[in-house]
């Protein structure tokens, strides 16, 4: 089951937003999600998407397959980006031997798949 900030981003990419904007949202405050550690779990808090009606938990529920694989792809390519290493370093071993980096890459997008 996928976390609300998830859901809610789905949602928002559903209705027309792309990853910038809903970026934009959440680092301005515009949407707020908060956890009261009263056992009840994530809320929205806060709000603020003009011309865009705040999710019902029906909305955010239908959308949870789509944030779950979301969220799991986020998890990969942020092991992805770990172990393929900087670009100056992939540059190197491009130099001294292509051959070795592609299946070293390779090996790292077998090990990591995407749903």
Known sequence: MAGLYWK????????????SQIRTLFEKDTIMLQNDSDGRGDYLHTW??????QPTQEQLDALDVTATTSEANRVVDITRKRDYGSWQSQLDEIYHDIDAWKARLLSIKNSNPKS
Do not use: H, R
Request: net charge negative.
């Open 8 to 19: 809610v981003n789905e949602y928002l990419k559903a209705n027309g937003k792309s990853d």
């Open 48 to 53: 603020g998407v003009d011309g865009l009606a």
